[in-house]
């Protein structure tokens, strides 16, 4: 064979090979889980159709709608307050851990360290630990989703502050203003913007993982839905989660426009 | 009287040696070049003087005050005193021309005015007649990150200069920018020292341009100085040893062989 | 008197920042006068929590399953992510190559992007139990609800990796005559393929968490369903230590091998 053609069918046995593991890897997966392909793909229509059907808001639905509004305004809340605290506590960590500001080397790994734990511990194991001290309050989904942004929001934050601050804070620093001044003439000046940008795009994901944390702790929308799911009230679980979809689309579009003003 | 002295200055990263014991004095009011290939230790030399990096050994003073032992408090005095202008102008993108000009004063105020960001009328005066000299009177209230890079590096300078300072430290400030705004940077620079009597020190690579403008040429390779006098004693053969290149390959013109 | 000079600018940019913040700040403050606290002692509660935190991260121990079992369990959420990306991947390759601005007509990429804000604004989560509703609470329910955020995740993702192949190169074949179907398997795929593998690595490593989560809230099984009784129903602090540690080391294997993955291909996630 010519080294051309070498060439060529090492590519295609290496894509082969790796197709074939994938092969077995899911394979092996479906098995493991009793994942049926077949039962999987019909299911599909099969849902769609019973949702034409039957997942659609109803007048007595659309009785409940106050006290769905009220649980969402209470998730969105929470929400948000997760994301500015959040905010706070991540760029005090990413002012110690940046080599751009931060007072000592010995804080950089501390700080990825941190955010490692609250980012890949899910934000469903937080809840779970949290409801345990704190009941079927808000205040075990605002931790919960506090501790997973920070998680987020340190490691985006540290990325930031190493690169976009580090011209500008040289500059300052070589004038002899002290490290506190630094931070409020150079680096927040500088970042705010991208940090807020930020912001709303985590305020995004906290409302979306919000849902799925209330469901588990009884608290806010998510608990909307699990009462009229498990009470087989499906236009009522339809109409809450309608409302979930145009808040979620709304906040989307709003954020996009403020980030192109902002940035 | 010398306003700057550097005595056996060695930095290293982790066993790489970025500069081995460099020595050199600088007159007040000189303006001296500082050449070299990059990578070869010009940054680090200059940023060694005001301490953004520390260097491990040697010493160092400026205006007879030795840099390498200063504390804190010392140390950002020291830096009110030595301005410094950096290749991509290192302003503060967002604010405008005027407070980035401003902060040049920073230095000098407690902790609460510059926290806050609180200038006096006079600094703010003083910061636009540096603005009309420097011709950016137009642009006092435009956000840095709009202006062109001849302009950036013209802000720099003003930030520089209302500090007051007694020498002022230059990273490449040309290298960014195109001959027409290169050749008004470096006049500018020359009219500083002439004028003011303030010391110029610049990086710059090149060497045609520091033949230009300075009165000493200070040539640095692989972090040791290689020549150390005026311009018109350097020899294509230096500027090859300095460039590590074989000297008919450089451009370089009005230099004797 | 000399007149007041002035130092700061307002913009367009600056009032909707100050704006957008006065606002998320505004309903922090609000929110914890606004909500109730419905009689939780705080102060005991956050001792309670820190006592809790202390037991969990210290003293991991398991009485109603072994460490075998919990790499099990390990292993069956690490095979729902597996299938939900796959299943997620192939079609989002497909309709990702019909997406891209620079491959497919303009109209069905954008029919295709709403499509996808549709489906990813319904929580994941819902997805699943609306699935349930007709397949019933287990595996099938949960990869299927889940793919629908994998499928969007990718298809966003890809499209815009095939967007990114120069214009030049494919006018170039363009002009030699080579037809859509060459130039997709012979320059588009070749040429994203590191991109590609790096974004469905990221996304099965959202997967597996995600799969954490409905075992735990939508009887997916798995560590998360683990998790869920450990917590939920035996109050055994220990356990939910050791489940913890096991998803979080496992967590940080794959954000480390996206990581990597990411940095060599390139990609700005």
Same mark, same amino acid.
């Given at each position: 064979?010519?080294?051309?053609?070498?060439?060529?069918?090492?590519?295609?046995?290496?894509?082969?090979?790796?197709?074939?593991?994938?092969?077995?890897?899911?394979?092996?997966?479906?098995?493991?889980?009793?994942?049926?392909?077949?039962?999987?793909?019909?299911?599909?229509?099969?849902?769609?159709?019973?949702?034409?059907?039957?997942?659609?808001?109803?007048?007595?639905?659309?009785?409940?709608?106050?006290?769905?509004?009220?649980?969402?305004?209470?998730?969105?809340?929470?929400?948000?307050?997760?994301?500015?605290?959040?905010?706070?506590?991540?760029?005090?960590?990413?002012?110690?851990?940046?080599?751009?500001?931060?007072?000592?080397?010995?804080?950089?790994?501390?700080?990825?360290?941190?955010?490692?734990?609250?980012?890949?511990?899910?934000?469903?194991?937080?809840?779970?630990?949290?409801?345990?001290?704190?009941?079927?309050?808000?205040?075990?989904?605002?931790?919960?989703?506090?501790?997973?942004?920070?998680?987020?929001?340190?490691?985006?934050?540290?990325?930031?502050?190493?690169?976009?601050?580090?011209?500008?804070?040289?500059?300052?620093?070589?004038?002899?203003?002290?490290?506190?001044?630094?931070?409020?003439?150079?680096?927040?000046?500088?970042?705010?913007?991208?940090?807020?940008?930020?912001?709303?795009?985590?305020?995004?994901?906290?409302?979306?993982?919000?849902?799925?944390?209330?469901?588990?702790?009884?608290?806010?929308?998510?608990?909307?839905?699990?009462?009229?799911?498990?009470?087989?009230?499906?236009?009522?679980?339809?109409?809450?989660?309608?409302?979930?979809?145009?808040?979620?689309?709304?906040?989307?579009?709003?954020?996009?426009?403020?980030?192109?003003?902002?940035? | 009287?010398?306003?700057?002295?550097?005595?056996?200055?060695?930095?290293?990263?982790?066993?790489?040696?970025?500069?081995?014991?460099?020595?050199?004095?600088?007159?007040?009011?000189?303006?001296?070049?500082?050449?070299?290939?990059?990578?070869?230790?010009?940054?680090?030399?200059?940023?060694?003087?005001?301490?953004?990096?520390?260097?491990?050994?040697?010493?160092?003073?400026?205006?007879?005050?030795?840099?390498?032992?200063?504390?804190?408090?010392?140390?950002?005095?020291?830096?009110?005193?030595?301005?410094?202008?950096?290749?991509?102008?290192?302003?503060?993108?967002?604010?405008?021309?005027?407070?980035?000009?401003?902060?040049?004063?920073?230095? +000098?105020?407690?902790?609460?005015?510059?926290?806050?960001?609180?200038?006096?009328?006079?600094?703010?005066?003083?910061?636009?007649?540096?603005?009309?000299?420097?011709?950016?009177?137009?642009?006092?209230?435009?956000?840095?990150?709009?202006?062109?890079?001849?302009?950036?590096?013209?802000?720099?300078?003003?930030?520089?200069?209302?500090?007051?300072?007694?020498?002022?430290?230059?990273?490449?400030?040309?290298?960014?920018?195109?001959?027409?705004?290169?050749?008004?940077?470096?006049?500018?620079?020359?009219?500083?020292?002439?004028?003011?009597?303030?010391?110029?020190?610049?990086?710059?690579?090149?060497?045609?341009?520091?033949?230009?403008?300075?009165?000493?040429?200070?040539?640095?390779?692989?972090?040791?100085?290689? +020549?150390?006098?005026?311009?018109?004693?350097?020899?294509?053969?230096?500027?090859?040893?300095?460039?590590?290149?074989?000297?008919?390959?450089?451009?370089?013109?009005?230099?004797?062989? | 008197?000399?007149?007041?000079?002035?130092?700061?600018?307002?913009?367009?940019?600056?009032?909707?920042?100050?704006?957008?913040?006065?606002?998320?700040?505004?309903?922090?403050?609000?929110?914890?006068?606004?909500?109730?606290?419905?009689?939780?002692?705080?102060?005991?509660?956050?001792?309670?929590?820190?006592?809790?935190?202390?037991?969990?991260?210290?003293?991991?121990?398991?009485?109603?399953?072994?460490?075998?079992?919990?790499?099990?369990?390990?292993?069956?959420?690490?095979?729902?992510?597996?299938?939900?990306?796959?299943?997620?991947?192939?079609?989002?390759?497909?309709?990702?190559?019909?997406?891209?601005?620079?491959?497919?007509?303009?109209?069905?990429?954008?029919?295709?992007?709403?499509?996808?804000?549709?489906?990813?604004?319904?929580?994941?989560?819902?997805?699943?139990?609306?699935?349930?509703?007709?397949?019933?609470?287990?595996?099938?329910?949960?990869?299927?609800?889940?793919?629908?955020?994998?499928?969007?995740?990718?298809?966003?993702?890809?499209?815009?990796?095939?967007?990114?192949?120069?214009?030049?190169?494919?006018?170039?074949?363009?002009?030699?005559?080579?037809?859509?179907?060459?130039?997709?398997?012979?320059?588009?795929?070749?040429?994203?393929?590191?991109?590609?593998?790096?974004?469905?690595?990221?996304? +099965?490593?959202?997967? +597996?968490?995600?799969?954490?989560?409905?075992?735990?809230?939508?009887?997916?099984?798995?560590?998360?369903?683990?998790?869920?009784?450990?917590?939920?129903?035996?109050?055994?602090?220990?356990?939910?230590?050791?489940?913890?540690?096991?998803?979080?080391?496992?967590?940080?294997?794959?954000?480390?091998?996206?990581?990597?993955?990411?940095?060599?291909?390139?990609?700005?996630?």
């Amino acid at each position: 064979m010519t080294r051309v053609g070498k060439v060529f069918r090492d590519r295609n046995l290496l894509l082969w090979g790796l197709l074939g593991t994938l092969l077995v890897l899911v394979w092996g997966s479906a098995l493991l889980t009793g994942f049926d392909f077949a039962e999987g793909v019909a299911s599909f229509p099969r849902a769609f159709a019973w949702m034409g059907a039957n997942f659609l808001p109803n007048e007595r639905a659309w009785n409940n709608l106050p006290s769905i509004l009220n649980r969402l305004g209470e998730t969105v809340v929470v929400s948000v307050q997760a994301t500015v605290l959040a905010a706070v506590v991540s760029f005090g960590l990413a002012l110690l851990g940046s080599r751009t500001t931060r007072p000592h080397a010995v804080f950089t790994p501390l700080v990825r360290a941190l955010g490692s734990l609250g980012r890949n511990i899910p934000v469903v194991a937080w809840a779970m630990i949290f409801l345990l001290a704190f009941g079927q309050t808000y205040v075990t989904g605002l931790l919960a989703l506090l501790l997973e942004s920070v998680g987020f929001l340190t490691r985006s934050f540290l990325e930031i502050t190493d690169e976009t601050a580090a011209e500008p804070v040289e500059g300052l620093r070589a004038t002899g203003a002290p490290w506190g001044t630094v931070v409020s003439q150079a680096v927040i000046p500088t970042l705010l913007p991208s940090l807020t940008s930020w912001m709303l795009f985590m305020l995004e994901t906290n409302i979306r993982s919000a849902t799925l944390v209330g469901l588990l702790t009884g608290t806010g929308i998510g608990f909307s839905f699990d009462l009229y799911y498990k009470s087989l009230n499906y236009p009522s679980a339809a109409l809450v989660t309608l409302c979930i979809v145009i808040v979620v689309l709304a906040l989307e579009a709003v954020s996009n426009a403020l980030r192109k003003v902002i940035l | 009287m010398n306003i700057l002295e550097v005595e056996h200055l060695s930095k290293d990263y982790r066993g790489v040696s970025a500069l081995s014991s460099v020595s050199l004095t600088v007159k007040k009011g000189e303006f001296v070049a500082i050449i070299g290939r990059s990578g070869a230790g010009k940054s680090t030399l200059l940023r060694c003087i005001n301490r953004l990096v520390e260097p491990s050994t040697g010493r160092i003073r400026v205006d007879n005050i030795e840099v390498t032992t200063l504390r804190r408090r010392g140390l950002r005095s020291l830096r009110t005193r030595v301005g410094m202008i950096f290749q991509h102008s290192n302003l503060v993108p967002r604010l405008t021309v005027i407070e980035n000009v401003l902060h040049g004063r920073l230095g +000098f105020k407690g902790a609460w005015a510059g926290l806050l960001g609180l200038y006096s009328q006079s600094e703010k005066e003083r910061a636009l007649e540096l603005l009309v000299h420097l011709g950016l009177e137009g642009q006092a209230h435009q956000r840095c990150d709009r202006l062109s890079g001849g302009q950036k590096q013209r802000v720099g300078i003003a930030r520089a200069l209302i500090q007051d300072p007694r020498i002022i430290l230059c990273d490449e400030p040309i290298a960014s920018l195109d001959p027409a705004s290169s050749k008004v940077i470096m006049d500018e620079l020359r009219r500083i020292c002439d004028e003011q009597g303030i010391t110029i020190v610049v990086n710059l690579h090149q060497v045609e341009v520091a033949m230009k403008y300075a009165d000493r040429i200070v040539g640095i390779r692989a972090g040791r100085v290689e +020549f150390d006098d005026a311009p018109k004693h350097l020899k294509k053969k230096t500027i090859a040893a300095i460039y590590g290149q074989n000297h008919e390959d450089l451009l370089v013109e009005g230099v004797e062989e | 008197m000399s007149p007041r000079i002035r130092v700061r600018r307002w913009g367009a940019d600056t009032w909707a920042l100050g704006a957008t913040l006065t606002v998320l700040l505004s309903v922090t403050v609000a929110g914890f006068f606004v909500l109730s606290l419905r009689g939780l002692d705080l102060g005991a509660a956050f001792a309670k929590v820190g006592h809790d935190l202390g037991i969990l991260f210290l003293t991991p121990g398991a009485e109603h399953f072994t460490l075998p079992e919990m790499l099990q369990g390990l292993g069956f959420t690490l095979a729902l992510g597996l299938l939900t990306t796959v299943l997620g991947a192939l079609p989002a390759l497909v309709l990702g190559l019909f997406a891209a601005r620079n491959l497919g007509p303009a109209w069905l990429g954008w029919v295709l992007r709403a499509f996808v804000a549709f489906v990813r604004a319904v929580p994941t989560v819902l997805w699943v139990l609306i699935f349930a509703i007709g397949a019933g609470l287990g595996s099938v329910a949960a990869v299927v609800g889940m793919t629908f955020h994998s499928f969007g995740y990718l298809l966003k993702a890809f499209s815009e990796s095939f967007e990114e192949l120069d214009d030049g190169t494919l006018e170039a074949l363009k002009a030699s005559g080579a037809d859509w179907l060459a130039i997709v398997t012979q320059a588009v795929l070749p040429s994203s393929l590191a991109a590609l593998t790096s974004w469905t690595f990221l996304r +099965f490593e959202i997967n +597996f968490v995600t799969a954490v989560a409905m075992g735990a809230a939508a009887g997916a099984g798995g560590v998360g369903f683990d998790l869920f009784m450990a917590s939920g129903f035996y109050f055994n602090l220990h356990e939910v230590g050791m489940l913890t540690w096991g998803i979080l080391a496992t967590a940080v294997a794959l954000e480390w091998g996206a990581t990597r993955l990411r940095d060599s291909a390139g990609v700005r996630s």
